[in-house]
């Protein structure tokens, strides 16, 4: 090798170009993020209300199944939702209850209360059980129950 090459080698590059980023490459880099993040949030933003109005129609037909449970049993439809987690006080729908049939009455995920109707108004020969909904206002359209 000849002393040329050794001392290229050795010596570290030169470079007429800076290092580092501007302010301004940075601030651009920051703007593109934050209008990424803006779109996922507008797409994925409906997903969790999806979730939660699904988790209510899945409750309401547990509770309907469990209201039919009871009405096997008793020969009688509840008085309200409770009666499916608590032995019933006249002797004798009790004496035929084999609750619980549920473990407890829960609540809707907007955290409202599932509501309970013998005979129903959607179906008037049996009962309705619904959720009020996202808007948390009885007999709205968004009202989630087992005429649907």
Same mark, same amino acid.
């Given at each position: ?63 309907? =199944?469990?209201? !039919?449970?009871?009405? %096997?049993?008793?020969? +009688? ?5 409770? *009666? ?35 005979? =129903?108004?959607? !179906?008037?020969?049996? %009962?309705?059980?619904? +959720? ?5 206002? *009885? ?10």
């Amino acid at each position: 090798m000849n002393s040329k090459m050794q001392n290229n080698r050795c010596r570290p590059a030169r470079s007429d170009s800076r290092d580092g980023f501007t302010l301004m490459e940075v601030l651009l880099v920051l703007v593109i993020l934050v209008v990424l993040a803006s779109m996922t949030v507008t797409i994925f933003g409906g997903t969790q209300e999806g979730a939660y109005k699904k988790a209510a129609a899945g409750d309401v037909g547990i509770l309907k =199944g469990a209201v !039919n449970l009871y009405k %096997f049993h008793t020969k +009688s439809y509840p008085g309200s939702l409770a *009666d499916l987690a608590n032995k019933p006080s006249d002797s004798k729908t009790a004496q035929y209850w084999e609750g619980p049939y549920i473990e407890k009455v829960p609540k809707d995920p907007w955290d409202n209360d599932y509501k309970f109707a013998q005979p =129903g108004k959607h !179906n008037t020969d049996l %009962f309705d059980i619904w +959720s009020m909904g996202p808007d948390g206002q *009885d007999g709205t359209a968004d009202d989630i129950g087992n005429w649907e």
